[in-house]
C-alpha cells in the first residue's frame, strides 16, 4: 500500500516538474508597441477563456498531455495580450471527479484582468477526467456575460473529441442571447480529425471567429498573430499620411503632405506654419512669423519684429537697421518729425526738434544783453542806450547821471563832472584864445567877440590907437585916424 501511495505521489511530481518545465519557456511577442505607436486598436473589452479539463484531454499528444499544452498555450496567450482595460473570465469544463455528473466551473470570476491571477487561475486546473460538457460550458459563460459592456472574445483550448452537436445548439443561444457582441475563437489540442471538424464548426457558428491548432500558435509570431486578430484590429489612416487616425491629431492633412509623429504637417523651423506652406522654411526658433512662415513685420519698414526696436513706425517713414525712425542730427526727434534738422550736437531742443532760445544774461542788469552791452558794467538804474552804454545827453563824454552840467554846448571842453573847462585867454581880453582872433590886444583895450579891438568907424584904426574915431566911412586915414591930406593943404 505504501509503494502504490510513494508511486502515484512520484508520477505525480514527475508530470508537475514537466507542467512547469513547459511553463518556463512560454514567451510571447509584446504587441504593447502597435497599440502604443497607433497601429493597432482595441476591439474587444471582454475576453471568456474556456478549458476542456474533460477525461480526452489526459491523453498524451507528441509527448506531452493535451491538458498541459492547452494550460501552456493558454498561459502563452495570456502573455501575449497587451496591456489594455479588459475584463476576463476563466472556465473549465469536465468533472470534478469520477462520481461526479459533468460540470462546468469557473476558476477565474469574470473581473478586471490581471495577467498574474489569470496566469494562476489556469495553472490551478490540475486534472481532466470525465466527459466532455462543453456546451454546458458555453451556456455557463452566456450569464457569465449578460451585464457586461462592448464586445467580447470567447476562446475555447479543446481537442473537440466526444462533443456531439450540443456545442454548437449552445453556441447558437449564446449568439442569440448576446448577438453581434460575441465572437467565438477555438483553439485545437492535438490532431483529431473529428476534433478538429468540431472545433471548425463551432468558430463558423459563431459567425465572425475562426480556428486554429496549438501547433500554429505555439509560436512567439504565432502566438502574437493570433492575439492581434482577437483583440486588435488594424487603425485606420484616413487621410493616407502613414499615422494612424487614433494617434492623428491633424486626422485631414492633405494629400502628399509631408507630416511629423502626430500626422500634422511637418514644420521644420517650428514657427507654426507648415513646410508645404512655408516661404521662409529656416526662421530662427522664437521668432514672430506672419502666414507665409517669414519673420513678421507689423509696421512694414523692412526690419522684422525679431530685430526691429521699434515696432510702431508709422508707414513711409525712413528706419535705421534697428527700424527706429532715422534721426540725422541726433537730437532725439527722427527726422519726420523734425522742423530743425540740422540742430547742432549739445543743443536743447523742444518737442519738434528745434532749439530752445536760452534767456541771455544781463549781468547790470540795464536791459541790454550782455552779447550786445557796449558798457556791461552800468551801475543800477542808470539810462541806458541801446548799446548799454549811460545816456549822454550833450555829448560832451560824461554820463548823464555824472554830468553836473548837462546842456554843454557842444565842442566845449569839459571836465570830468561835464562842465566847461576854463579857456587861456593870453591878452585877458575876455576871449579865449581858442576863439582869440586878435591875441595880443593891448591890456585894457576894448574888443569884439572875436577878441579883436573895436574900430568904432570902421576905417581900420581900432579905437584905442584913433585920433578921430568918427571919420566918415569911406574916408582914408593915417595910423593916427586922422583923415589924409593927400594935396597937403592942411
Known amino acids: 500500500m505504501a509503494w502504490n501511495y510513494l508511486k502515484v505521489l512520484s508520477i505525480s511530481i514527475f508530470v508537475l516538474m514537466f507542467a512547469l518545465a513547459g511553463l518556463s519557456n512560454v514567451q510571447a511577442q509584446n504587441l504593447n508597441e502597435k497599440l502604443e505607436s497607433g497601429q493597432c486598436i482595441q476591439k474587444v473589452n471582454n475576453c471568456m477563456v474556456i478549458l476542456d479539463a474533460s477525461y480526452s484531454m489526459a491523453k498524451s499528444y507528441n509527448g506531452k498531455k493535451k491538458i498541459i499544452i492547452a494550460k501552456d498555450t493558454a498561459i502563452l496567450m495570456n502573455n501575449a495580450i497587451p ?93 442569440e442571447s448576446l448577438g453581434d457582441k460575441v465572437c467565438i475563437y477555438t483553439v485545437l489540442i492535438g490532431d483529431n480529425a473529428k476534433g478538429k471538424e468540431c472545433m471548425d464548426n463551432i468558430a463558423q457558428a459563431s459567425g465572425c471567429g475562426f480556428s486554429v491548432s496549438a501547433d500554429e500558435v505555439s509560436s512567439e509570431q504565432g502566438m502574437a498573430d493570433f492575439v492581434e486578430k482577437i483583440f486588435l484590429s488594424q487603425a485606420p489612416d484616413s487621410d493616407g499620411d502613414g499615422v494612424f487616425d487614433n494617434v492623428d491629431q491633424c486626422a485631414d492633412t492633405a494629400q502628399g503632405v509631408e507630416v511629423d509623429e502626430n500626422g500634422c504637417p511637418k514644420d521644420s523651423d517650428k514657427d507654426g506654419v507648415a513646410d508645404c506652406l512655408d516661404k521662409c522654411p529656416d526662421t530662427p526658433e522664437g521668432t514672430e512669423v506672419n502666414e507665409e512662415g517669414c519673420p513678421k513685420d507689423s509696421d512694414g519698414d523692412g526690419i522684422d519684429n525679431a530685430a526691429d526696436k521699434c515696432p510702431d513706425t508709422p508707414e513711409g517713414v525712413m528706419v535705421d537697421e534697428k527700424g527706429c525712425p532715422i534721426d540725422t542730427d541726433g537730437d532725439g526727434v527722427a527726422d519726420y518729425l523734425d522742423k530743425c534738422s540740422d540742430t547742432p550736437a549739445g543743443v536743447a531742443i523742444d518737442e519738434v526738434g528745434c532749439p530752445i532760445p536760452v534767456p541771455e544774461q544781463d549781468a547790470d542788469k540795464d536791459g541790454v544783453p550782455d552779447s550786445l552791452d557796449e558798457c556791461p558794467n552800468t ?48 591878452d585877458n581880453d575876455g576871449v579865449p584864445d581858442s576863439l582869440d582872433q586878435c591875441p595880443n590886444t593891448p591890456a585894457g583895450v576894448k574888443v569884439d567877440e572875436k577878441g579883436c579891438p573895436i574900430d568904432s568907424d570902421g576905417d581900420g584904426i581900432p579905437d584905442y590907437l584913433d585920433k578921430s574915431p568918427n571919420t566918415p566911412k569911406g574916408i582914408a586915414v593915417g595910423p593916427d585916424g586922422y583923415p589924409l591930406d593927400t594935396d597937403g593943404d592942411g
Open 379 to 426: 551801475p543800477a538804474g542808470v539810462k541806458v542806450d541801446e548799446t548799454g552804454c549811460p545816456l549822454d545827453s550833450d555829448g560832451d563824454g560824461v554820463a548823464d547821471y555824472l554830468d553836473k552840467c548837462p546842456n554843454t554846448p557842444k565842442g566845449i571842453v569839459v571836465d570830468n563832472v561835464g562842465c566847461p573847462v576854463p579857456e587861456k585867454d593870453t
Open 83 to 175: 496591456d489594455m482595460e479588459l475584463s476576463m473570465g476563466v472556465r473549465k469544463f469536465g468533472q470534478k471527479n469520477w462520481q461526479l455528473s459533468e460540470s462546468s466551473e469557473l476558476v477565474y470570476d469574470f473581473a478586471e484582468y490581471t495577467r498574474a491571477d489569470v496566469e494562476t487561475a489556469i495553472n490551478g486546473v490540475k486534472r481532466a477526467v470525465g466527459g466532455s460538457p462543453l456546451s454546458i460550458a458555453i451556456d455557463s459563460s452566456i450569464k457569465d456575460l449578460e451585464s457586461v459592456q462592448g464586445n467580447t472574445s470567447v476562446v475555447i483550448f479543446s481537442d473537440g473529441q466526444n462533443m456531439g452537436s450540443s456545442p454548437i445548439k449552445a453556441v447558437e443561444r449564446m449568439k
